[in-house]
């Protein structure tokens, strides 16, 4: 079975510094393994924001054309065909 060059030297190092397992799950309980009353208490969604209030923001297709007739013309199109 494939193991790439990183796997071997972790095993490798592992099994002569034995002591990093147990710094890795010191560290792993610092951030992860904590009781509920350790933890932090859970916010307040009362000042959440609402979902909804952009309806109105999306312009419909105009008929006729794609969404690239939305767009107005670049300010500077005529000097683009002056310069071919």
Same mark, same amino acid.
């Given at each position: ?5 990183? *796997? !071997?030297f #972790?095993?490798?190092?592992?099994k002569?510094?034995?002591?990093? +397992? $147990?710094?890795?799950?010191? @560290?792993?309980? +610092? =951030? =992860?393994? !904590? !009781? ?5 208490? *859970? ?9 909804? @209030? ?8 105009? *008929?006729?054309? @794609?969404?690239?007739? #939305? ?8 000097? $683009?065909?002056?310069?071919?």
């Amino acid at each position: 079975m494939y193991e790439s060059d990183i *796997t !071997k030297f #972790m095993r490798e190092f592992l099994k002569q510094h034995p002591e990093e +397992i $147990d710094s890795q799950k010191k @560290g792993r309980a +610092i =951030w =992860w393994d !904590k !009781k509920p009353a350790e933890r932090s208490p *859970t916010p307040s969604m009362r000042h959440a924001p609402k979902a909804g @209030g952009n309806e109105h923001t999306f312009v419909p297709v105009p *008929t006729g054309g @794609g969404a690239e007739y #939305m767009f107005a013309p670049d300010d500077n199109a005529a000097a $683009d065909k002056s310069d071919k």
